[in-house]
Structures are given as structure tokens and as C-alpha cells.
């Protein structure tokens, strides 16, 4: 079951498996009929918590019963180191 997670680039709670499809989207000039990657995905820093499961989710299910994921804290020193080291 897919789990729901905050994208703040996006402003927006997404489920994990769309983040992911999003990332694989070309850039730029998308061959007809593609949508291209959107701005948001292209300068996104804060995904590579969301590879590592770093982040607070809550199953679809939950979602769907009206619960909210929390928004991680991005300038967290946890965090922070975090993403320093798949930088
Ligand atoms: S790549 Fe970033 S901006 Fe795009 S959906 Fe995932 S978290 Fe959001």
C-alpha cells in the first residue's frame, strides 16, 4: 500500500510512488505527449529524504480517512547532515 507523504517544493500531499514517477519524467523538451518534469521535481532538495524513508508518512488508508502526514523539518540537523552526504 502506497503511504502519503507533505512535498513541500509542491505544497501538496503526494504518495511516495507519484514523487518517484514525477522524478522520472524528462527535462526540458519532453517528446510529444510527455509532460515534462516539473520545476518543482528539477530543483527539489528535499527528496532524498524521501528515498531514504526519512520523512513522516501515513498509509493511503489513513490519508483517505482524513489523517495528515506531518511536514518534516528540512533544516533539521538531522536532516541537514542528511542530505549533506548524498550531496
Ligand atoms: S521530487 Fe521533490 S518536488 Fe517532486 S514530488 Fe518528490 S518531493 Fe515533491
Redesign the pocket.
Known amino acids: 500500500m502506497d503511504s502519503m507523504f507533505y512535498?513541500i517544493?509542491?505544497e501538496a500531499y503526494?504518495s511516495i510512488t507519484?514523487?518517484k514517477n514525477?522524478?522520472e519524467r524528462p527535462v526540458g523538451k519532453a517528446p510529444a505527449g510527455a509532460p515534462p518534469k516539473?520545476i518543482?521535481?528539477e530543483k527539489?532538495t528535499?527528496?532524498p529524504l524521501?528515498d531514504m524513508s526519512k520523512i513522516p508518512t501515513v498509509t493511503l488508508e489513513a490519508y483517505l480517512g482524513g489523517t495528515r502526514p506531518r511536514v518534516v523539518k528540512l533544516n533539521s540537523p538531522k536532516n541537514r547532515k542528511l542530505l549533506a552526504d548524498v550531496a
Request: net charge positive; hydrophobic share 40%; glycine share 0%.
Open positions: 512535498c517544493p509542491q503526494l507519484t514523487c514525477l522524478r516539473l518543482a521535481c527539489c528535499m527528496h524521501v
